[in-house]
């Protein structure tokens, strides 16, 4: 199936893209992984961080862990890039699907929000997002993907001196929601 093209909107002084694709070719600034609480790497967008930035990021992971116990579910820590392009990972961790009731949307949009303002506190003008917790987590896309954009709006809409935000979306439905709802702002 061909990809998406790539969809950019301006937002309060930022670019706000929707890319179809894999986000560890980023050439953003900063990339966010999904990660789980224990930092030691998984499955899905984690492995895939893991294995094209090597073993500088794991072990940046191995000693936060050491020092706080890993990362609590909505919140975010800071790594080297090691052999991405990107300078920086940021890893948090998206809540497990458990039908809605569980604050999952708040813990979600925490993430998001969670992510930037570290990123601000670094001096990243630029990062990009996969679709947190529509994995192996199990959050519905539709309903992630509203939960995303309303928390990195509300983040840009304040003062802030970020440049470019992608939402890499590794595949099609995702890229079609974003692309909706990034449209449509
Ligand atoms: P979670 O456990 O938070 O659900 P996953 O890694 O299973 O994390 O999935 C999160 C999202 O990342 C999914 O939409 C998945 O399709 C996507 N994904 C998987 N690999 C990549 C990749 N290399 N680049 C971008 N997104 C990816």
Redesign the pocket.
């Known amino acids: 199936m061909k990809e998406g093209s790539p969809l950019e909107k301006t937002f309060n002084g930022a670019e706000l893209e929707v890319v179809q694709?894999?986000?560890?070719l980023s050439a953003m600034a900063c990339i966010v992984n999904?990660a789980?609480t224990s930092l030691l790497g998984?499955?899905?967008?984690?492995g895939?961080i893991h294995r094209a930035g090597g073993r500088r990021i794991l072990d940046e992971c191995v000693r936060i862990r050491s020092e706080r116990g890993g990362c609590p579910v909505g919140e975010a820590v800071i790594t080297t890039g090691g052999n991405l392009k990107a300078k920086h990972v940021i890893h948090t961790v998206?809540p497990v699907w458990n039908g809605g009731k569980s604050g999952e949307a708040e813990k979600l949009g925490n993430c998001y929000s969670s992510a930037l303002r570290l990123a601000e506190q670094h001096g990243i003008e630029s990062l990009s997002f996969?679709?947190?917790?529509?994995?192996?987590?199990?959050?519905p896309k539709d309903k992630a993907a509203d939960v995303a954009i309303e928390a990195v709006t509300g983040e840009l809409a304040r003062k802030h001196a970020f440049e470019r935000i992608q939402f890499?979306c590794?595949?099609r439905e995702?890229y079609d929601l974003y692309v909706e709802r990034i449209g449509a702002l």
């Open positions: 694709g894999d986000i560890t999904a789980n998984g499955g899905g967008v984690d895939a998206g996969p679709n947190i917790s529509t994995g192996i987590y199990g959050y890499v590794f595949d995702n």
